[in-house]
């Protein structure tokens, strides 16, 4: 059964259509990455999944359950967690503290918050940075914060908005063998991202959305060749007949 | 690592232990009413500081109403003593269960949006429930006498009915009550809700995708603010034996209690606490020695002490002092090993 079931999605800001009829589904144990250009709509997807806004219309079900137009922290308490595209530590809490903050998810205890945190800080090798303060991080580190944290509300879907973003090639790597050990840990993984490498590296299955439109699904071999694709990303003049 | 924190977190906690001591001893050594009156009002001060600061210093939201609880909390004991004879000792915590309600109503809608409209709602709260209050003489049978205020009967000594001849009673009654929303506050901080409260403060976003129901948590605090704030206000009318709604709902007595809050440093337990030691007796001194001659000039003396603070200290008078005993949080403390030379934490405590 699918984990995730996105159904005819539309989110539309004004007269700007962001999000029109997505849909896809997301088997357990897959990394799905969503790419297209910039305003493609890749975000509003992901707000929209992660209860930051309502759709205008289409359904999204998690295992089974409509979760359509639930609140954020409804979708948390679902096993859902995301990171954000501008990463938004708590900049004066430290990076235990902030990985507490998400440790708090499942019991009330301090004390079974801070293992929990400890746990995920080894996993995601930020245990010597614990008592910094997180506004003290640099940017690639304040990404890892951010996964961090939704690690420790332990959840079944991962959403990823752009966490290589910035990152120098020797930390984007470390953050694809990250991923991969998330994902290895039985976590189900739906990612944004503009670094290409990064997506066709990890991700089973590329889904591309230009002008909020669906353009191509498939794997990210196949979805590279795609004519559609290329002629979104490039333009049409720079797309020669048969050399793609 | 254990071995550096610990002799600094002895020391820490050394000094408010002294000063609590000292406090307790006070009585026997101050002969002088006055005296006593001045360390009774800073108590008080430290008090509604403490109470405002379980909101405002955690969650980041501005309250410029709290006053208005206060109030509410001084009226219902005091009216429920007149009219039926209740003992303050229950009437105020009717008093502070009104506030609670009130607090929640004005809090709800405002919680659901993110901006300045909690600032601006309390202010219009507490203002509107003063202006009322000023001029109403009488509702519904029960007498609110307007700008002129209420009386408390004296009863003479008579503890039941929270009266003493006294001021040292009222004065270790305060105490009791500063310590236990230093207590309450400093669980709060170490709990689940307290984490929830400074996430909420750091990035409403983040905390949301965290599972956290802001809206559910802000409310929390401020019902428990409200709560504590109208148990004061029911004190001040006790020691007092006066009220009126020029001193006990006023917008002065609002912007007061958050200076302190302010400038002795918000979201710590000991700040608040901090700033009405500083600012009261500032107030208190400046209104004595100069009040007749240059009116309204401690207001600009706190003018001055909050311009500077928020220039220099922003987070606070408790900020410097807290990095000089390198003090541990309520969160997070370092287990050996763990922080090594990176520990440059400068905790919420």
């Known amino acids: 059964m699918a984990l995730l079931e996105v159904q005819g999605i539309n989110k539309a800001f004004g007269g700007l259509q962001a999000v029109k009829d997505l849909s896809f589904t997301l088997m357990p144990g897959e990394i799905l990455g969503i790419i297209g250009p910039n305003g493609a709509g890749k975000t509003t997807a992901f707000n929209v999944i992660a209860g930051f806004f309502p759709p ?69 090798g930020m245990a010597h940075q ?16 951010e996964l961090a944290r939704c690690l420790a509300t332990a959840p079944d879907l991962l959403l990823l908005d752009e966490v290589v973003a910035g990152a120098t090639p020797a930390e984007a790597a470390d953050m694809m063998d990250l991923i ?43 979805v590279s060749r795609d004519p559609t694709v290329l002629k979104a990303y490039l333009g049409v003049q720079h797309v020669q007949p048969g050399n793609p | 690592m254990s071995a550096h924190i610990r002799p600094a977190r002895a020391r820490t906690y050394a000094i408010p232990a002294v000063v609590l001591l000292l406090l307790l001893l006070a009585p026997a050594v101050i002969r002088n009413e006055y005296y006593l009156h001045v360390l009774v009002g800073v108590l008080f001060s430290a008090y509604l500081a403490s109470a405002w600061n379980i909101v405002c210093g955690y969650t980041g939201q501005l309250s410029l109403g709290h006053a208005a ?16 004879g209740l003992s303050p000792w229950v009437g105020m915590f009717l008093g502070a269960s009104c506030a609670t309600a009130a607090g929640v109503f004005v809090g709800y809608p405002c919680f659901r949006l993110r901006g300045p409209y909690f600032a601006l709602t309390t202010i219009a709260f507490a203002e509107i429930l003063r202006i009322w209050v000023d001029n109403t003489e009488e509702v519904f049978g029960v007498e609110l006498r307007g700008a002129q205020g ?33 207590a309450v506050t400093f669980w709060m901080e170490r709990s689940r809700m307290g984490f929830y409260l400074k996430a909420i403060r750091a990035d409403q976003d983040a905390a949301e995708a965290l599972g956290i129901n802001s809206t559910r948590y802000l409310l929390t605090a401020m019902a428990l603010s409200s709560f504590l704030t109208a148990l004061g ?31 002795g440093g918000q979201g710590t337990v000991l ?25 309204g000039l401690h207001l600009v003396i706190y003018g001055l002490v909050l311009v500077l603070a928020v220039l220099f200290l922003p987070k606070g008078l408790i900020q410097p002092i807290r990095q000089f005993f390198r003090r541990d949080s309520g969160g997070a403390q370092g287990p050996p090993g763990t922080a090594g030379r990176q520990d440059t934490r400068a905790p919420a405590a």
């Open chain 1, 56 to 124: 205008d219309s289409g359904t999204i079900r998690f295992k089974g359950e409509n979760i359509t137009g639930l609140r954020p922290w409804d979708i948390s308490h679902r096993k859902i967690a995301r990171t954000f595209q501008l990463s938004k530590p708590f900049g004066d809490l430290s990076v235990l503290e902030n990985v507490m903050v998400g440790g708090f998810h499942h019991q009330g205890s301090r004390a079974a918050a801070r293992r929990k945190a400890e746990e995920v800080l080894q996993f995601v």
């Open chain 1, 130 to 145: 614990a008592f910094i303060e997180a506004h003290n991080l640099t940017a690639t580190d304040r990404k890892r914060l």
């Open chain 1, 180 to 222: 991969r050990r998330i994902r290895d840990g039985g976590v189900t993984i739906l990612m944004v991202e503009h670094v290409m490498r990064v997506v066709m590296g990890l991700s089973h299955r590329v889904l591309v959305l230009h002008h909020g439109v669906t353009i191509a699904t498939g794997e990210p071999r196949a």
């Open chain 2, 69 to 84: 609880l206060c109030g509410i909390g001084g009226y219902i004991s005091t009216l429920l003593f007149i009219n039926i």
């Open chain 2, 150 to 182: 209420i009386m408390v009967p004296l009863k003479g000594q008579s503890p039941w009915l929270f009266q003493f001849t006294s001021k040292v009673p009222y004065y270790y009654i305060i105490i009791a009550m500063l310590l236990v929303v230093m």
């Open chain 2, 233 to 263: 206000g029911s004190f001040y009318a006790q020691y007092f034996r006066y009220i009126n709604p020029e001193r006990n709902m006023g917008l002065d007595l609002s912007i007061e209690v958050a200076l302190m809050g302010i400038v």
């Open chain 2, 271 to 295: 700040g608040p606490v901090l700033g009405a030691f500083l600012l009261t007796p500032a107030g208190e001194i400046s209104r004595g020695f100069l009040g007749g001659k240059l009116m």
